[in-house]
């Protein structure tokens, strides 16, 4: 059974002790804070599944206010006394439920709503939320949901974020369809999910309708309101390519998203077809060190514009968006395999060498790190040899001149007679830094880790090398067609590989995921030194 089966089993169980379903209204409950992911526990709810958000907002970019109603259709999955939804946006004037005012009560970044009578088990109903003021402030490591700068406002958040500006079931578990009717004030435009279905002038501002034909989850919603320079072009089978930038990006910023129709083109014939009704980018003009794969329109920080990274947002279209997360813990099905899919864009571009050099440049980083944390490693190291590992280590991040000057010497040659172990401790690195990551399980502060970018990659490599590449990318068409705009757990992609090559596969996916050790790739000659 799955995670989702066995908490479906365990309502069952309950609800039947409780007396639930046989004479539903008197006893429904309130469906749950969250969704049920071990990492995030009030992250999205439970109860409900919502279908379709229509969001009607009007913005004063210069204010930072909004005024909004949200409509949410949704389906209960119990029967519900009442249920919540997650929001940190502002005031909210009034909470309808299938047209009648029902009961709301905010706490912390929850939206509690009481219908005045129960919804059944299997019941459609629709939530009207309306709501003005300035938005919720998000927080993380690159932002986290609305984000307003002078003349610019755009939405960048993972895990978290779709909160921040309107109330959701926030969780990637729960897709749904979305509407986005937005309204500005000139000479600002919206970029945002799917087609512009229209603009409508009404003087003073614009309104821009956006439409999404398939399913999202809330954080991959993206929107973007600035003055804005738009290229189209075509990808195949006339897949519309729309790419937006704020208008002060130069040309030079603007250059590697030419290459999008070849790079779908190429994604197609490896990954299958490219599942969605559009692509293209938006470039914010604020240096965010990052890009988002916000769906069918991926947002990249102005000083995030390479070629490498226009296709690692490209094939999470793919890996995270069409096929995306059950819960949060198997980052790496996404962020993995789409760090694979800028090797394989290397190996199709610049050709298999190059694709090698890449794999082996993250092989030694990951092996450095992997020594790093080794106590019987360190145990026969002297301080030298300790330094040399950690420049491996973290490339671009500390210096030698850093690391002698930290050690209190003026030569690495000084070191030869001091103790590793000892050495590490003057060293001051990040605490996460000496923390074995399992890539399967790296926790919610590890969400982001190098390692499940560069390991998870690996472990594709790893897996082509094993299978061959018939097999190997027989396996990535079945998963992406098996689980279109869907959700998946690791288990799901693991028998997708089990089944497809005949083999058992148990005990390289746990090597690979769940244990710390780097495995060696013999089929390469990588291996760690022990
Ligand atoms: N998923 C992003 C990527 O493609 C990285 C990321 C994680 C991110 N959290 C974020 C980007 C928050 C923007 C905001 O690598
Ligand atoms: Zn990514």
Do not use: C
């Not at 939206?111 to 938005?135: H, I, M, Q």
């Amino acid at each position: 059974m799955t995670r989702q089966a066995v908490r479906w089993a365990m309502l069952v169980v309950a609800s039947w002790m409780l007396g639930v379903g046989s004479t539903a209204a008197q006893v429904a409950t309130q469906g749950n804070q969250g969704i049920g992911d071990p990492y995030f526990p009030l992250m999205g709810n439970g109860g409900y599944d919502v279908e379709h958000y229509t969001i009607e907002m009007t913005v004063d970019v210069a204010k930072n206010l909004v005024d909004a109603t949200a409509t949410i259709e949704a389906r209960a999955t119990q029967d519900l006394a009442a249920f919540a939804l997650d929001f940190t946006g502002p005031s909210i004037s009034r909470v309808d439920v299938d047209g009648k005012a029902a009961k709301q009560d905010r706490s912390g970044g929850e939206l509690t709503v009481t219908p005045t009578s129960p919804l059944g088990r299997g019941a459609d109903f629709t939530v009207l939320v309306a709501y003005a003021g300035p938005p919720g402030r998000g927080e993380g490591p690159f932002g986290g949901g609305w984000t307003a700068e002078p003349d610019e406002i755009f939405v960048f958040g993972e895990p978290a974020g779709p909160e921040t500006w309107y109330p959701a079931n926030a969780h990637p578990a729960d897709k749904a369809t979305y509407t986005l009717r937005i309204t500005v004030p000139k000479p600002y435009e919206v970029a945002s999910i799917g087609t512009l279905q229209r603009t409508t002038d009404n003087g003073d501002s614009r309104t821009f309708v956006w439409e999404t034909r398939d399913p999202v989850a809330g954080y991959l919603i993206p929107l973007h309101i600035a003055e804005l320079d738009e290229a189209t072009a075509e990808g195949p089978a006339g897949l519309p390519i729309r790419n937006y930038f704020a208008r002060a990006i130069p040309a030079t910023d603007r250059a590697s998203f030419d290459r999008l129709p070849e790079m779908i083109d190429y994604f197609d014939s490896v990954f299958g077809p490219y599942p969605f009704e559009a692509y293209g980018a938006t470039v914010v003009d604020q240096a965010l060190g990052a890009a988002l794969e916000t769906q069918t329109l991926s947002t990249h920080g102005r000083d995030a514009t390479a070629e490498f990274i226009v296709a690692h947002e490209l094939v999470h279209q793919w890996f995270g968006n069409s096929v995306g997360l059950e819960r949060w813990q198997d980052i790496w099905l996404n962020e993995g395999f789409a760090t694979y899919g800028e090797w394989l864009w290397t190996e199709h571009s610049r050709g298999v060498s190059d694709r090698d050099e890449q794999i082996r440049r993250w092989y030694a980083l990951l092996a450095a790190r992997d020594r790093l944390h080794d106590r019987a490693a360190l145990e026969e190291m002297n301080a030298r040899e300790l330094v040399d590992l950690v420049l491996d280590a973290f490339p671009g991040l500390i210096s030698e001149e850093d690391a002698l000057k930290a050690l209190g010497v003026r030569a690495k040659a000084e070191l030869e007679d001091r103790p590793a172990a000892e050495a590490l401790e003057q060293l001051d690195l990040p605490p996460p830094a000496l923390q074995p990551v399992t890539i399967g399980d790296p926790g919610p502060d590890g969400l982001f880790r190098g390692a499940v970018y560069g390991r998870g990659g690996l472990t594709l490599h790893a897996l082509r090398l094993r299978l061959g590449d018939d097999l190997f990318f027989q396996t990535l068409r079945t998963y992406t067609e098996r689980y279109r705009h869907s959700t998946v757990t690791t288990e799901d992609f693991i028998a997708v590989a089990e089944q497809t090559s005949g083999q058992d596969l148990d005990a390289f996916f746990d090597a690979w995921l769940y244990q710390t050790a780097l495995p060696p790739i013999p089929e390469v000659g990588l291996e760690v030194e022990r």
